[in-house]
């Protein structure tokens, strides 16, 4: 089966671009969660969807960053404008059901740079 | 609020070694459950075993063993006769009853050398 899939893998942009993150879930999980990794800060929860509907988005930094998550096999974490300091790995990681805590899975991450 | 504290920043061992990644946590839910991951040097994140609050059964799989003691707040991986392979990042991470939303601790680096 196929895994969490997220794209690009390497973004190297200038401060000031707009910078689009890419997820697809595994399919038939209905949740969807977008993590940042830093090393200050190790891994933080930006973001989680379930069933497509925005669930709790208290992590996330910013005005500048938005999620959206259109259809069960798709989601987008977007900044917009970019600065150096959103440099990070950032996960999207999906898993199944709610009231046994099924364990997330993780994509490759996607490694991003803000010159 | 949920708080997981791994206090071992980096461990160093030789290869055969056991060693012992240690994890507490936090939290007043009566029912959540428990996790391990292993992010190795290329970078994702794998899960590795996922424990509920009413199953202090310790669990055993191949060389990795856990011991989960409601009474201390720890959950603690073991890895018998460690591996060069087995150098990683580890995550003990922790979630309530009811979203599946995580809290990950800072993580321990483990090195194993040849």
């Known amino acids: 089966d196929a895994g969490v899939i997220q794209s690009p893998r390497h973004e190297v942009t200038e401060m000031g671009q707009e910078v689009t993150l890419r997820c697809k879930p595994i399919?038939?999980?209905?949740?969807l969660f977008w993590y940042r990794q830093t090393m200050m800060r190790g891994l933080e929860l930006l973001i989680y969807f379930n069933n497509n509907v925005p669930i709790d988005d208290s992590g996330m930094p910013e005005d500048r960053f938005s999620a959206k998550m259109p259809n069960a096999s798709f989601s987008t974490l977007k900044i917009q404008p970019s600065e150096p300091r959103d440099s990070a790995v950032y996960f999207c990681?999906?898993?199944?059901?709610?009231?046994?805590?099924?364990?997330?899975?993780f994509g490759d991450g996607t490694r991003l740079s803000i010159l | 609020a949920q708080k997981v504290t791994q206090a071992q920043t980096e461990i160093s061992v030789v290869e055969k070694e056991d060693v012992t990644l240690d994890c507490v946590y936090e939290t007043r839910d009566t029912t959540y459950y428990l996790f391990w991951y292993k992010q190795p040097p290329s970078g994702e994140l794998v899960f590795l075993i996922r424990r509920n609050s009413f199953d202090e059964q310790n669990e055993i799989s191949g060389r990795y063993s856990w011991n989960f003691q409601k009474s201390t707040s720890s959950f603690n991986f073991t890895i018998t006769a460690s591996q060069v392979v087995d150098s990683a990042v580890y995550f003990c991470?922790?979630?309530?009853?009811?979203?599946?939303?995580?809290?990950f601790g800072a993580g321990t680096i483990l090195r194993v050398k040849s």
């Open positions: 990681a999906s898993s199944r059901g709610r009231w046994d805590n099924q364990p997330q899975h």
């Open positions: 399919s038939g999980h209905d949740y």
């Open positions: 991470a922790l979630s309530g009853k009811y979203g599946n939303k995580l809290v």
